[in-house]
Every structure is written in C-alpha cells, then in structure tokens.
C-alpha cells in the first residue's frame, strides 16, 4: 500500500551510474515530484500556501477564535459554571493528570476533546428535544453524558443536583466528588480555558484541527520546495565544483540527497489506499477541490490523533514523558541554596521604650473591628482639622465589614456609635447569656462609664515594655504584671528578640494587651482550668493529668487571646519584599504622616536592623540567606526612613550590594521599585507593556491567563512603566543622588541600562530563565525603544494605560482598597495617585492610605509589613475544628459563638439557607 523506501545500496548504486553516464559529472536521471492527482490542488508545485486545504484551516481558525472571543464576553451562567472536578466514564487517556506541561499534553493528549465535543453537542440536542438520555448514575438519577462530561471537564450545567426525595442533597458535592475520584483521574482537559465554560470542547476542537491542517500545509509546501531544490541541485550537480571534497565524501552527499527525496514522496505517499480517484476525487471544480481537501483534512486529522495517542501512551507507560497535575510542585531545583541563614550568635534586640510610647505615656494598642474603623475615621478626621466624620465622608473613605480588621494604633478608644451593634455589643450579650452566673458584675460593663473604676491592668505593665530596666531597680512589677509577662512571654525574657534562635516573632505585644484585657473583663482571674497559675504561688509547673485536661488548657489560654469579634489575630510576616514596597510608595507620594506616622517609621527602621544577618546582607524572606533581592531593597528601604549613610549597619550593607556588583544584579521587582524611585533608568527594567490587557483573553499570552497574583502585580507594573511614572523630585532629592551613588559599583551617569535588564547575581538565579523568555524581552526592548514602533505604540498604548486603571479601580472597590496583597497594594496606590496628578488628597488617594494599616503588624521585632491583612479565617476556622476534634465545644460556649459569629458575619453568604 505505502511505498517502500529505496535501501542504501540501491541509491548508491544510481547515485554512481549517474555520476559516470554524464563526462562533465552532472546527473540527468531525476525525476520530478509527481503528486497523486486529488493532491494536486492541494499542495501547489510552485509552493503557495493559498489552497484550498490551507484556506480550510483558516477559516476554522477563524471561526473557532470568533467563537472563544465571544463566548469569553457572555455571562459564565450562561455557558455553565464550575463545579465537581474529576474524569468520570470517558477514557480517551482519562489517565493523564492534568497540565502538567501543557504544550507536550496539548499534542499528545488533547485528542480527547473531540469525544467531549461530541457528547456536549449530543447532550444540547437532548435537551433541545427534550429526550432523557444516559444512565442513571450510582444515585439512581438520569444522568445524560453530557453532565458527565463537563463534571470530568470541569464543568457541570446550573443547576443544583437533587436527592431521591427531591430536595437539594446538603452533601451532594462532597459524593460527586467521591465519586468522580475513584481510580485514575485528573483535574481538567489540557488547553481548557473556564471563560468559555461549558461549550469549551466546541470551541477547542476546531482550533485544534486548524492547527494540525496550517502545520501540515506549511510542512507541505516546505516539502515541495525541499524536493525542488534538492532535484535541481543533483541535476546541475557538477563534480569540478567540489573537487575539494574527497569522493566517498562526494557519494556521500549525493547519496543522502537521493535519501531525502525519496524520503519526501514516501511522506507524500505516490499510491496511498484512501487517494484513490473513486475515493478522493479529482474534480478540478471548486466543489471538488473542498470536497477533496475536507477528505483529505479528517483523514490526516484522525491518523495524526491516533498516532499522537498511541504515542503518549508508550511515552507514559515507560515513564518518558508522565504527565502531572497543575499544583504539582515538581522536582528539586537544580540550583539548589547552599547558604544558610546566619545572625550573630546570642545577640538579643530589645525594643527601646520610646518606641513603644508615645506623647502622654500612650502605648500601642492593637484596634479590632469597629475600634479600628473608629480609629482610622478619627486619625483622617484629625487631619482634615474637622471635629466629627459625617456620613459621607465614612463611605468614601472607609468601606467593608470592620468585623476581622485589625490594626495597631496609638489613639485612644474613639466613642462608640450608639446607632451600630459593635463587637463589644455582642461580647457584652454572649457573656450575659452564657454565663448567667456573672450577669450582674457584667451589667456594670455595659455603662461605659464604670470602666472607668476598674483597674487597667495593661497600663501596669509599663514597665514590661522596658526591656532596659536596671535590675538594682527598687521599683518592681506588680503580681498582675508578673502573671501578664509569664503568660505572654512563654517563660521568655520579656520583648526580646534573638533571629539566631528564631527569627520569627513570639507576639508577646499582642498577647500581653489581649491577656491583660481578659483579666480586666473578669476581675483579674485566669481560666478555670489554668487557674492553678495564680494560686501556686512557688510558680511550679503542674503537668495535666489526661489528654483532656491538656487540652482545656491549651484552649483556656487561647480563649484569652480571642479577639472580642471571635477571631484570632497574629503575625502574618515574613517576606522582607513587602515593606519596602511600601515605604517607596510612601516616599514617592510625598511622605505623608497619615500613610506612614514618624513612630511607624522608627519600628520599621528597627526591624529592619535586627534581621540583618552577620554578612550585613537581607535575605527574600526572614528565614533565606542573604540574597541581592532582599538586600537592595531593605537597603533603600532604610535610607528612605532615615538611616544615615556612614552608619555601622548601613555601611555594612552597602558594602555587601557592592561585593556582588551593585544594584545591577538584583531581580527584576527590585529593579521596578528602583525605577520608580528614581535610582535606576527605566531602560534598566525589562518590558511591562500595558497594551498586553488589550489582547483577546482567548490569547495564550494575556495577563488574565497568570496566578492570580501575578496578574494583578502585573497590572498596575504594567500601567506604571507604561506610564514612566518616576518620583517627581528625583533629580533635585539630595538623598536620591546619594542612592544613585551608594548603590551601583561604577558612576551612575556611565551606565549602559539597556545591557543591565538581564544581570542577576548568582545568588538570586534560583529559576535561570530561559533563552526564548531573554529573546522575547529583547524584542519587546526593541519595541520600546526604536522608534519604527512608535506609531503603533502610541496608538495602543494609550488604550492600554486606560484599560489598566479601570481595572485597578474595579478592584479597589470590591476589596474596599484593600487589593489582593500587599505587593499590588503599594502600586494600586502609586497608580492612582499618578492617575490624581499627584493629588495627595484625591479621595481614591486617601481611601488607599486608610487601609495601609490593614498590612502592619507590631511584635517584638519592630513593625513589619503582613503578607496579607491577617490570616483570620485561616487561623479561626483551624483553631475552632480543633476545639471540635477535643470535643470542647460546649465546655467554652462563649469562644465558640464567638467565633461561630465571627464567621457568619465575614462570609457571603449565597445560599437561602444560610441567609
């Protein structure tokens, strides 16, 4: 049926009888490629692609791209919505887990979207007539295959499933999930994208053909060509001309030439069974030339899916190629960090006592709920001079639940609005009816006034906060203020700080205000069940008896430290990328008390310095060796909260920056954050164009296809670099000039920026990146910078500066400027104060700097930016299943209505029920 290839000594043996049958060594014995006659039309011999099989693939191309881009516009209740993941029934592969690498699994396994295409048109042609079709499922319902299909593609139709009775099965997810888990499964068809939700298989299964028919004319026509070339060159090959060469080198040559074209009409196939005239028919008309080259197209379509499949199977089945699911982590890095993380040995930081004071002997204190609206409303409306905050100026400024908010503050407690059920509302009604035995002393609580007579038992552990006490001191701590610091401390030195040990904070600023208040709301007694700790006055450990009793106490200390909302709040640091972010942000704005208070600036500066590790270096996070990311920026950092250059620490870091060769070899984010300050060109950064959003989200490079993280960093980046907003007073700032200066190993003026977009020290090259991403930088900097583009350039770019800020506004609002990190959270607040003509007081501006801090946490060693504005639902929803595990519900009512309030109150609810 398939011709076969000539052997070697059979073309040697032509190869050489063509050489001696011609004196002047040329050959004439070539024939030309002869293309079956259906094919003809097909392929054209002077090697155009503007055929009919080529058109046929644009056109679906074309429809199918249509199609994607406006089914990604419509409302995904119309397509269908997300629901149980799995693969349940079909089993074209079904064994594939997911994207694992998603270029190879699209080739090899994406075949099996012409099965999902073919039942989700069978199962909208069901529905059209309204026939029952399918199984029933292992619950005894009609189940049509379509449903089965869009569950395994994760994809199910809207509507909710039932139970035998008839009503909503409250488990129903979790079964189906079960269900569809059972044996070999993964988590969705390779390429599938949840804009185009249900009809995705319709949609990809074209695009897919589209792309097997384009690939297959231009190797087509590459072949045509290929076989031109190479029969002219050996029919003019002449001997004389490469007489340089030695013969067998000579036969050689020509030998493999003989090999490729009979290679090419063997691929093409001279007499292959299904081009046959009575089945491929050669009709020079322009029905024929469709009909031969749709033929043509499902035949190479399907023997191309089949060999791929058969191909990926034998690549997974010995271990080639397996591939994994998408939050499949992979294997090890192969540039491993071999440094470690090193402090000196022993060296306590303390935090000093006028840091933690303020004028008239005012702590810190940590808001919750509606004290820290209350807060923050009072703070913004000091500074406008005016003496109350009216309606209006609350919803612009300060929106969303204040239940879970958190903040640190030295304001006093602000009245509380008579009008609004606080959290101290709900406290003061849970404990009246769970606690019936109190009732009456809680009665007097409920009058602000009488707190008044009542002990502050935080401000008796002033001297707690002192960690410079002299020891010969006669003044000595109060019992209560030695129960406070046991309890806070964990036996700990109180607010020290050693990274050497553990470079993570203990909260014992935090726990000491929450205990302190405990004791206060309950006459200054403990728990019953850690009560034993007032009354053993020998201070000697009692160990528990039981499991039981251990763990009544672990949670009669944690009920001290519950928030009056119900959560519970903590440190939620650790990355040293976050907080200078924000202190650019800061600088660049104007340095504005309201965002960042002198008091603030000085627990950041000194959090700063007690993670300095011995080689004065930072490290990306409090637990990484030093790194040139880390280091940079924290450098800045420090300098712009006012840390003079010739001090000790400071020298030692810029030291270390110009050891591993200036700024230069830091990483891109840290090179953004220089850019918009003012100390690096922008020609330094790599391309961030904004005109990317512009893109059909159907597109395998838009912005909307990344984590979302990514995307939403990427988003305001993306709007400030195409802006090339940098700070406004960079050239006249004393203390930028001196940065230009510190940072960078050679003068700043003699900088090639252009050559420094790809330098990274070794150290940060965790994820080398690869040649094809340098290679796409390089000619988005051409785009950039040479002005051929320009035209179109600013033509886009102008709409995608525009897209970008009403996508950043959009988002603003639905997170009530709180933005979905912190990263995006200083650069949403640069973009709108770029957006405001630098306006300080724009109202956007202003509600941006109301939820600063929202990020802020204060502990032990110094304030520090949160990777988010705390972990609440987290902690509270881990914390509470764990009282549950104990079976200690009922044993403390009052956390858990606490907290089971606190969770109600923070969540959509979206279901009848639950509302």
């Not at 302190?516 to 403990?526: A, D, P, Q, T």
């Not at 504005?592 to 000194?606: D, G, K, R």
């Not at 640069?830 to 956007?844: L, Q």
Request: net charge negative.
């Amino acid at each position: 049926m398939w011709p076969k290839p000539p052997i070697k000594e059979t073309i040697m043996e032509t190869s050489s009888q063509c050489l001696r049958s011609s004196p002047t060594g040329t050959c004439t014995l070539l024939p030309t490629l002869s293309l079956p006659a259906p094919l003809s039309p097909l392929f054209s011999s002077d090697c155009t692609l503007l055929t009919p099989l080529f058109l046929l693939g644009i056109f679906l191309l074309l429809i199918s791209l249509c199609a994607s881009h406006y089914l990604s516009r419509s409302p995904i209740t119309e397509l269908g919505q997300l629901g149980p993941r799995g693969r349940r029934n079909y089993s074209w592969n079904e064994s594939t887990h997911g994207a694992g690498g998603r270029f190879v699994d699209w080739w090899l396994f994406g075949g099996c979207v012409w099965i999902r295409s073919s039942l989700f048109l069978w199962d909208r042609m069901c529905h059209f007539l309204g026939l029952s079709h399918g199984g029933a499922d292992e619950d005894g319902e009609e189940s049509c295959g379509g449903e089965n299909l869009f569950a395994c593609f994760g994809v199910v139709h809207n509507h909710d499933y039932k139970n035998k009775d008839g009503k909503a099965a409250e488990n129903a997810d979790t079964t189906r999930n079960e269900q569809t888990h059972q044996g070999k499964h993964g988590i969705g068809i390779i390429g599938y994208d949840s804009s185009l939700g249900a009809h995705g298989p319709v949609v990809l299964a074209p695009i897919r053909a589209s792309v097997f028919i384009l690939a297959w004319c231009s190797i087509g026509a590459f072949f045509v060509r290929a076989h031109a070339e190479l029969t002219h060159f050996l029919i003019h090959y002449n001997a004389e001309t490469f007489n340089f060469l030695p013969t067998s080198l000579r036969e050689n040559l020509i030998t493999m030439a003989f090999y490729v074209l009979q290679g090419i009409e063997y691929i093409f196939g001279r007499y292959p069974y299904f081009l046959q005239d009575e089945v491929l028919p050669s009709d020079s008309s322009m029905i024929g030339m469709i009909t031969c080259a749709i033929i043509y197209a499902t035949a190479l379509i399907t023997t191309l899916e089949l060999a791929l499949y058969v191909v990926g199977k034998l690549f997974s089945m010995i271990g080639i190629y397996v591939p994994k699911g998408v939050s499949h982590p992979g294997g090890p890095r192969p540039h491993k960090i071999v440094r470690v993380p090193k402090w000196t040995e022993g060296k306590k930081h303390f935090l000093p006592e006028e840091l933690l004071m303020g004028q008239n002997n005012i702590k810190w204190r940590c808001a919750v709920a509606h004290d820290a609206h209350r807060d923050t409303l009072a703070k913004f409306n000091k500074a406008a001079g005016k003496v109350e905050v009216s309606d209006t100026t609350k919803e612009i400024l300060l929106t969303g639940e204040p239940f879970g908010r958190q903040l640190w503050t030295m304001l006093e407690p602000q009245p509380c609005d008579q009008n609004v059920e606080s959290e101290d509302d709900l406290n003061m009604t849970l404990r009246k009816a769970l606690i019936p035995s109190k009732s009456n002393s809680e009665g007097t609580q409920q009058q602000p006034e009488a707190k008044e007579d009542m002990p502050n038992l935080f401000k008796q552990i002033s001297d707690l906060f002192n960690p410079n006490v002299n020891p010969q001191s006669k003044s000595k701590p109060s019992k209560q203020s030695e129960l406070v610091q046991l309890l806070a401390s964990g036996g700990r030195r109180p607010w020290a700080f050693d990274p050497s040990k553990n470079p993570n904070s203990c909260d014992q600023i935090f726990r000491a205000q929450m205990i302190s208040s405990y004791l206060e709301e309950n006459e200054g007694k403990l728990p019953d069940d850690i009560a034993h700790i007032q009354r053993d006055e020998s201070k000697k450990q009692i160990p528990a008896k039981t499991v039981k009793e251990a763990a009544k106490r672990g949670v009669a200390f944690y009920s001290m430290l519950q928030s009056p909302d119900g959560h519970w709040a903590g440190d939620y640091g650790g990355p040293h990328f976050l907080m200078p972010g924000l202190i650019v942000a800061w600088y660049v704005m104007g340095r504005p008390a309201l965002m960042i208070s002198p008091p603030q600036q000085a627990l950041m500066l000194h959090y700063l310095k007690v993670h300095q590790q011995e080689d004065g270096g930072w490290g990306t996070h409090i637990e990484s060796p030093s790194t040139m990311f880390g280091t940079v920026i924290c450098y800045l950092a420090v300098r712009l909260l006012g840390a003079k250059r010739d001090e000790k620490w400071v020298t030692h870091a810029r030291d270390f920056i110009l050891k591993e060769g200036g700024a230069v070899m830091t990483s891109s984010w840290a090179k953004f954050w220089l850019c918009l300050i003012g100390c690096m060109d922008w020609k330094g950064h790599n391309s961030v164009p904004p005109e990317m959003w512009l893109l059909p989200n159907w597109f395998p490079f838009h912005p909307g296809r990344l984590w979302c993280h990514c995307r939403m960093v990427y988003l305001p980046m993306g709007y400030i670099y195409g802006s090339r907003f940098t700070y406004s007073d960079a050239e006249n700032d004393p203390l930028i000039k001196e940065l230009r200066q510190e940072l960078y190993a050679e003068p700043y003026e003699s900088i090639d920026w252009d050559r420094t977009r790809h330098l990274v020290a070794p150290m940060d090259n965790y994820s080398p990146i690869p040649t094809f991403m340098k290679f796409a930088q390089n000619c988005l900097s051409f785009y950039e910078n040479y002005r051929v583009f320009r035209p179109f350039r600013d033509a886009v770019r102008g709409a995608g500066l525009k897209f970008c800020l009403e996508y950043m506004r959009a988002e603003d609002l639905q997170t009530n400027y709180i933005d979905i990190g912190p990263v995006n959270k200083a650069l949403n607040m640069v973009a709108a104060f770029h957006a405001a003509n630098n306006d300080i007081n724009d109202p956007a501006v202003q509600s941006h700097m109301t939820r600063v801090p929202d990020y802020l946490w204060l502990a032990e060693d110094g304030m520090k930016m949160q990777g988010y504005n705390g972990s609440q639902c987290w902690d509270t929803s881990f914390a509470i299943q764990a009282v549950f595990e104990c079976g200690l519900l009922d044993h403390f009512p009052l956390l858990s209505t606490k907290v089971w309030a606190y969770l109600e109150r923070t969540q959509i609810l979206s279901t009848e029920t639950s509302q």
